[in-house]
């Protein structure tokens, strides 16, 4: 059987995807031989390479078909160690079981779009590189292009609104839809510079592209991904034995506040009441806290990978009370309207 050292000889840790806090991940997920973790965001495997080398099982599992061809070779040098999935993680529970693994040990989730992504401008995810206006994370469905040529100005107003969390996103949505009737967008370079003309560069923010917001913005849009990281979390408590550690590495505030709010209603143990968690009879607590707060990134880990700088890890550990629904409203997942078929 191969140890940790063939696994890291066969994929190397010198790639386009640095693991973001790995050491704080492992701490917090604890893996030990005999036990079988779920990764549900696969990406380049730096979270699953390690944890292999901590000699636990590993179900991973990523929605990119790119993603799945690219750890063929880790798969085999794992041995049988490794089992990767093709699929969502908000269904990380039905895959894990599909594997034969009715309960698992541990599940770690590392949130938002890779580097690897970003990095092919085919894909269509950044404003750095010209390419077709895509951002699907599947590769089927809707694209950015299609959102961005026929969602009603009034929606994609919202959506830039509330996904980017930029403040000008009228003026965004007006700029889009004027020149859409024109002709449509079809690559990101159109969209980049357009937004570019019409918010302008801060001299106090030289460094930070005008787009980046609405660039998020879409993203999370097409691929659903504020809904998917809230079924995720559902699908981790049905997963997780009593006792299994669930490690979620966010990147921004929407997905942390989903995280958050996630642990502090499954960790409560009594009434006290606020405009998202009403006061009232309190269920059982299925989470324990494994850590207090949010951990973010050390400075050195700053300076190496400049990626991690808005990196925040949470962590539970499962209690023995049944799972629950989960609450879109509750978790903070904006409600918007949604075309046919996207976030595939």
């Known amino acids: 059987m191969s140890g940790p050292g063939d696994i890291n000889a066969v994929t190397g840790n010198s790639g386009p995807h640095i693991p973001v806090m790995l050491g704080e991940v492992l701490a917090a997920l604890d893996p030990r031989p005999g036990e079988t973790v779920v990764d549900g965001t696969f990406g380049a495997g730096g979270y699953t390479r390690a944890i292999l080398g901590q000699g636990a099982d590993v179900i991973a599992i990523d929605r990119d078909p790119t993603a799945i061809a690219g750890g063929a070779e880790l798969v085999r040098a794992a041995n049988g160690k490794l089992k990767l999935v093709e699929g969502r993680f908000s269904e990380l529970d039905v895959h894990a079981a599909g594997e034969?693994?009715?309960?698992?040990?541990?599940?770690?989730?590392?949130?938002?779009?890779?580097?690897?992504?970003l990095d092919q401008a085919e894909r269509g995810f950044s404003f750095r590189f010209?390419?077709?206006?895509?951002?699907?994370?599947?590769?089927?469905?809707?694209?950015?292009?299609?959102?961005?040529?026929?969602?009603?100005?009034?929606?994609?107003?919202?959506?830039?609104?509330?996904?980017?969390?930029?403040?000008?996103?009228?003026?965004?949505?007006?700029?889009?839809?004027?020149?859409?009737?024109?002709?449509?967008?079809?690559?990101?370079?159109?969209?980049?510079?357009?937004?570019?003309?019409?918010?302008?560069?801060?001299?106090?923010?030289?460094?930070?592209?005008p787009a980046t917001r609405t660039f998020q913005a879409l993203r999370i849009y097409v691929n659903g991904e504020l809904e998917e990281v809230a079924e995720a979390l559902g699908a981790a408590?049905?997963?997780?034995?009593?006792?299994?550690?669930?490690?979620?590495?966010?990147?921004?505030?929407?997905?942390?506040?989903?995280?958050?709010?996630?642990?502090?209603?499954?960790?409560?143990?009594?009434?006290?009441?606020?405009?998202?968690?009403?006061?009232?009879?309190?269920?059982?607590?299925?989470?324990?806290?494994?850590?207090?707060?949010?951990?973010?990134?050390?400075?050195?880990?700053?300076?190496?990978?400049?990626?991690?700088?808005?990196?925040?890890?949470?962590?539970?550990?499962?209690?023995?009370?049944?799972?629950?629904?989960?609450?879109?409203?509750?978790?903070g997942v904006p409600r918007l309207g949604r075309m046919p078929g996207l976030g595939g």
Do not use: W, Y
Request: glycine content about 10%.
């Open 237 to 331: 408590e049905r997963a997780l034995r009593p006792g299994g550690r669930l490690v979620v590495v966010t990147f921004h505030s929407l997905e942390d506040r989903i995280v958050k709010r996630f642990f502090a209603d499954r960790c409560r143990t009594r009434a006290g009441g606020s405009r998202h968690m009403p006061e009232g009879e309190v269920p059982p607590a299925t989470f324990e806290f494994a850590v207090k707060g949010a951990v973010e990134s050390g400075e050195a880990e700053i300076a190496a990978n400049p990626r991690a700088r808005s990196a925040k890890l949470r962590a539970g550990r499962r209690l023995d009370a049944p799972a629950r629904e989960i609450d879109f409203d509750a978790l």
């Open 100 to 117: 034969g693994a009715a309960s698992v040990d541990g599940v770690v989730l590392d949130l938002g779009v890779s580097s690897m992504q």
């Open 130 to 209: 010209d390419g077709p206006l895509d951002m699907r994370m599947g590769r089927h469905g809707p694209t950015a292009a299609d959102v961005v040529n026929t969602l009603p100005q009034k929606e994609l107003t919202r959506v830039i609104g509330l996904l980017g969390e930029e403040r000008r996103a009228s003026a965004v949505s007006s700029a889009i839809a004027a020149r859409r009737a024109e002709r449509p967008f079809a690559r990101t370079g159109e969209l980049a510079q357009l937004v570019e003309r019409v918010l302008g560069r801060s001299p106090k923010k030289a460094q930070i592209h």
